[in-house]
């Protein structure tokens, strides 16, 4: 147990569905992460939060659609994907954004199969 | 453009010692992570090295050349439990972390 739980933790959905995943972290972190991971591939960042603001947002489609509504909880809105979107989508909470030395916590992640 | 490299995959023994390597190429830096990921799981914090030299934590250490861009994970007195993969991570100068694709370790008793 990290601290960061993760519901569901596997979703099969059509490319017409639309779902959402969410988070929540019991650790009193102030800033929030989604990553998708695909297999032997790098950890990809989507989207961070701080203080329940979007402070990055590196270059994801708009099929994805992040809400951070406090700094406990984060969603990750999916609608009209592609199969190329199954991964693992981890959530992720940390104490700051911008600052070194303060590892990440992860949550077990939600394994998305679009079909 | 940002990179970090390290095995695809290791193979030890039980009872042996391992070393896994990461380079990496940011920029900026503002330190260096390595996590352990069973599979199927979450990935765990294991050590962070923002000065040159060794970091020792129980049966593991990770070694950082600032100079070289180089880190290393050492794993002493394997078990099989320590089977993963182990992702190597360096933080940029905006405070993102740059991942590599993982090394996944096999212990063979």
């Known amino acids: 147990e990290t601290g960061v739980t993760q519901t569901p933790r596997h979703l099969v959905m059509g490319m017409t569905n639309k779902k959402s995943l969410k988070c929540e972290q019991h650790?009193?972190?102030?800033?929030m992460y989604w990553y998708k991971q695909s297999a032997k591939k790098p950890l990809e960042l989507m989207f961070v939060?701080?203080?329940?603001?979007?402070?990055e947002n590196n270059s994801v489609p708009s099929r994805f659609s992040p809400e951070c509504p406090n700094s406990s909880h984060l969603f990750l809105h999916l609608h009209t994907l592609q199969p190329e979107d199954s991964a693992l989508y981890l959530c992720?909470?940390?104490?700051?954004?911008?600052?070194?030395?303060?590892?990440?916590?992860f949550g077990p992640g939600t394994r998305l199969t679009v079909t | 453009g940002q990179n970090i490299d390290q095995p695809t995959e290791m193979t030890a023994t039980e009872g042996a010692i391992v070393q896994i390597n990461c380079t990496y190429q940011?920029?900026?830096?503002?330190?260096l992570f390595w996590y352990q990921q069973h599979a199927g799981e979450a990935p765990t914090f294991l050590s962070y090295?923002?000065l040159d030299g060794l970091e020792e934590k129980g049966r593991f250490s990770s070694f950082l050349s600032r100079s070289k861009g180089y880190s290393y994970l050492l794993l002493k007195e394997l078990q099989m439990k320590d089977s993963a993969s182990y992702l190597c991570?360096?933080?940029?100068?905006?405070?993102?972390?740059?991942w590599g694709a993982g090394t996944k370790l096999i212990i063979k008793p």
């Open positions: 992720a909470s940390s104490q700051e954004v911008g600052t070194g030395g303060h590892e990440q916590y």
């Open positions: 650790l009193g972190h102030n800033a």
């Open positions: 939060y701080s203080l329940e603001e979007r402070v």
């Open positions: 940011t920029s900026g830096f503002n330190g």
């Open positions: 090295n923002v």
């Open positions: 991570a360096a933080m940029d100068s905006n405070y993102q972390l740059i």
